[in-house]
């Protein structure tokens, strides 16, 4: 094995160094990172993908390509491509996040087109005459993956939903013991279902069942004071469960707000070598930064194995087939190959809803979506497109550009990755790519805690977001709400709720002349 040159071990970042000591080799440094060897974490790699392995010039080239920009007064190469070759052309309106990569070709368009009509089905309840479509709850959140993501952008709050109908629900859970561990992950908080609603709380019901409850919001405003005589009002949510259809909660129960994320560029979030996102890590801060990154690692249904978690507000779900499986289950209580309960998300204490009729009764398939209609779901949830960059150069853009690098705030939001080159997948092989996400997770502070566990993840940490597209949530979405919960109704807002490990980035732009938070929002808006 040849070692790295000591200009390639130099560019690796410092976190990089701190999580592999031992192993700074080119090989080691390209491929998973044994972690194992020093935090007690299995070996993560990524058995989802056909990797082809990196060649040592590649190594050299990423390494040149990814690192962090100095220069400020243009826009960097390919930077108006934020999908590489995947990327689409802006589309001005409702449809910006609903095209295929550009790189798929006619047979993937087509393929494309057939999981859309997946993702947009309405689910009706069984029995019912179209059995293609029936097997809906009995307990559920919406009708169809569409309804959630909404012209598969972000959720709506419910203040952001014009028609009164919300895709926002509660995560539900209680301490487990030492059973309910995973011995294999290292740091798994011990969790388990609330006895009688579950993991997640569900809002409708098919006839003759009872809906599990209401969500009730309030908000507390809270005044914060910027420079240059400016105020920006917060708002504080409070979130309870009215109108229990089944009884108390659990007196230890932990509930955490979720509204659904912005679907594009999933495959491309995919794709990243796990070993890069590793490179990111750095939980006991040994390079001084203040920033203490760390893997969510979670059980993966396909491989029955730890994997890296890399979807879900705390990186809770490893690949996009597992994410959309869980979505079937949980939000429209559709099983699936990875989750075959006919009954979804009901619980031994809801007997009614468990023996209820489901749409696998009486047919060929062993549940309500079969392998080829979820591996179509994930075709479509993989090939949504990212769209390009607006004004990369314009004069104010690039200016917030170097606010956002030197206000750290790449610290997190990591520019710039090579996903892996993969065999036979042209549209997520070998692409630069501009998430602003390094995919791990951060202690966001007390102010955005949920207090909710979910495998190593903590109840203040959460995933980084992809912030690519996030200029055009409102021309998608009709909203400019922001976080897991929506309680920012602007950008600007959004930063001024980070906390711990970003308190120091928020206390600066609150601090900064008004002048360059403009600028830095307007940045925002470009991605």
Not at 87 to 116: C, M, W, Y
Not at 223 to 237: F, H, Q, Y
Not at 391 to 396: A, G, I, Q
Request: hydrophobic letters at 35%.
């Amino acid at each position: 094995m040849r070692n790295a040159s000591p200009s390639f071990l130099h560019t690796l970042p410092g976190r990089a160094r701190a999580l592999c000591p031992a192993a700074l080799t080119l090989t080691v440094a390209l491929t998973a990172c044994p972690v194992g060897a020093t935090s007690g974490l299995p070996t993560l790699d990524d058995p989802h993908l056909p990797v082809v392995p990196r060649t040592a010039s590649e190594a050299a080239r990423i390494s040149k390509v990814t690192a962090p920009t100095t220069d400020f007064t243009k826009a960097e190469r390919f930077e108006s491509n934020p999908a590489g070759a995947a990327t689409v052309r802006v589309h001005a309106n409702g449809d910006a996040f609903s095209q295929p990569s550009a790189n798929i070709g006619f047979d993937g368009e087509l393929t494309f087109k057939v999981g859309d009509g997946l993702f947009r089905k309405i689910w009706v309840s069984s029995p019912s005459s179209t059995r293609a479509s029936d097997g809906l709850g009995p307990l559920y959140n919406a009708r169809s993956c569409q309804r959630c993501h909404l012209k598969d952008g972000r959720g709506h709050p419910p203040e952001g939903a014009d028609d009164g109908a919300t895709s926002m629900f509660l995560r539900i859970s209680v301490p487990g013991t030492e059973a309910d561990r995973i011995a294999e992950i290292e740091d798994y908080i011990a969790t388990r279902p609330d006895p009688t609603y579950g993991l997640q709380l569900q809002e409708f019901s098919n006839a003759g069942h009872k809906a599990e409850y209401q969500l009730e919001i309030t908000y507390e405003p809270v005044e914060v004071a910027l420079s240059d005589g400016e105020t920006a009002t917060l708002r504080k949510p409070t979130y309870r469960a009215v109108n229990l259809g089944y009884g108390p909660l659990d007196p230890n129960a932990m509930l955490s707000p979720r509204v659904a994320p912005q679907m594009i560029g999933l495959g491309l979030l995919e794709a990243i070598p796990a070993a890069d996102i590793l490179a990111g890590a750095d939980p006991d801060d040994q390079d001084g930064d203040g920033i203490s990154g760390r893997p969510n690692v979670v059980w993966s249904k396909e491989f029955d194995r730890p994997m890296l978690g890399r979807f879900g507000l705390k990186a809770g779900a490893p690949t996009i087939r597992h994410q959309s499986a869980a979505a079937f289950s949980g939000d429209i209580g559709i099983s699936s190959p990875l989750f075959p309960d006919a009954w979804g998300e009901c619980t031994a204490a809801e007997p009614d809803c468990r023996r209820a009729a489901h749409g696998a009764d009486g047919g060929e398939a062993n549940t309500e979506i079969d392998q080829q209609g979820l591996d179509l779901v994930t075709f479509y949830s993989r090939n949504l497109a990212v769209p390009a960059r607006r004004d990369p150069e314009d004069p104010t853009v690039l200016h917030g550009k170097q606010v956002f690098y030197d206000t750290g705030c790449v610290s997190c939001h990591t520019p710039k990755f090579v996903t892996h080159r993969l065999e036979g997948t042209v549209a997520q092989s070998f692409q630069l790519i501009w998430p602003y996400t390094d995919l791990l997770l951060h202690d966001m502070g007390e102010g955005l805690a949920d207090h909710r566990p979910e495998a190593r993840a903590t109840g203040t940490e959460w995933r980084t977001p992809p912030l690519w597209g996030i200029g055009m949530t409102e021309t998608v979405s009709g909203h400019s709400y922001f976080l897991h919960d929506g309680r920012a109704r602007s950008l600007l807002e959004a930063i001024l709720w980070h906390g711990g490990e970003a308190e120091p980035m928020r206390d600066t732009v609150r601090d900064m002349p008004k002048s360059d938070r403009d600028a830095l929002i307007r940045y925002l808006e470009s991605l």
